[in-house]
T-cell receptor
Framework: DTAVSQTPKYLVTQMGNDKSIKCEQNLGHDTMYWYKQDSKKFLKIMFS???????INETVPNRFSPKSPDKAHLNLHINSLELGDSAVYFC????????????FGQGTRLTVV | GDSVTQMEGPVTLSEEAFLTINCTYT??????LFWYVQYPGEGLQLLLK?????DKGSNKGFEATYRKETTSFHLEKGSVQVSDSAVYFCALSDPSNAGNMLTFGGGTRLMVKP
């Protein structure tokens, strides 16, 4: 049973396109996240979302938008893709308690050409 | 803002050697501290955590102690194995930040040779 699953695992697309990455968790968690990992392995939070509030990292361009149809899903939409968006994107989930661990998906490697 | 600093890699060790990966942090609030591990081609997995000063987190032979006075959370293992080869991330969660988000260090790649 996969706890946090994301699709697709690999995504290659051209500049200017719009794409989505899907994420689902079956852990019953109330908070989901998107993180970006760059080519040097540095991880940075993009969004934190539960059914009450969306927290956006102020450095994230507004071309990126999370969409949550229900508590178990948090999809990432990216408009007008740029070369610099190439990275590995990780979805994660946790309970809202800061002391609990976050569970991560396997990542989506996005390559913009 | 919050930040986590960890030693740059790669760290290359022979099997059964002693491992230390240094991690220091700055935080506005009183954070919880974590070590995550990323094996090749996979997502991150929690390795261990500590939620208050002087707590020691441990798992799979790894351990780290929450040192508030030195704002550190160094990872140690007495005898590494080839299977420990991975990237290790130190992270914190700060209650003064909304959203329960993790702030990560830059990661340290560990390579263990037979």
């Amino acid at each position: 049973d996969t706890a946090v699953s994301q699709t697709p695992k690999y995504l290659v697309t051209q500049m200017g396109n719009d794409k989505s990455i899907k994420c689902e968790q079956n852990l019953g968690h109330d908070t989901m996240y998107w993180y970006k990992q760059d080519s040097k392995k540095f991880l940075k939070i993009m969004f934190s979302y539960n059914n009450k509030e969306l927290i956006i990292n102020e450095t994230v361009p507004n071309r990126f938008s999370p969409k949550s149809p229900d508590k178990a899903h948090l999809n990432l939409h990216i408009n007008s893709l740029e070369l610099g968006d190439s990275a590995v994107y990780f979805c994660a989930s946790s309970l809202r308690d800061m002391n609990t661990e976050a569970f991560f998906g396997q990542g989506t490697r996005l390559t913009v050409v | 803002g919050d930040s986590v600093t960890q030693m740059e890699g790669p760290v290359t060790l022979s099997e059964e050697a002693f491992l230390t990966i240094n991690c220091t942090y700055t935080a506005t609030g009183y954070p919880s501290l974590f070590w995550y591990v990323q094996y090749p081609g996979e997502g991150l997995q929690l390795l261990l955590k500590a939620t208050k000063a002087d707590d020691k987190g441990s798992n799979k032979g790894f351990e780290a102690t929450y040192r508030k006075e030195t704002t550190s959370f160094h990872l140690e293992k007495g005898s590494v194995q080839v299977s420990d080869s991975a990237v290790y991330f130190c992270a914190l969660s700060d209650p003064s930040n909304a959203g329960n988000m993790l702030t990560f260090g830059g990661g340290t790649r560990l390579m263990v040779k037979p």
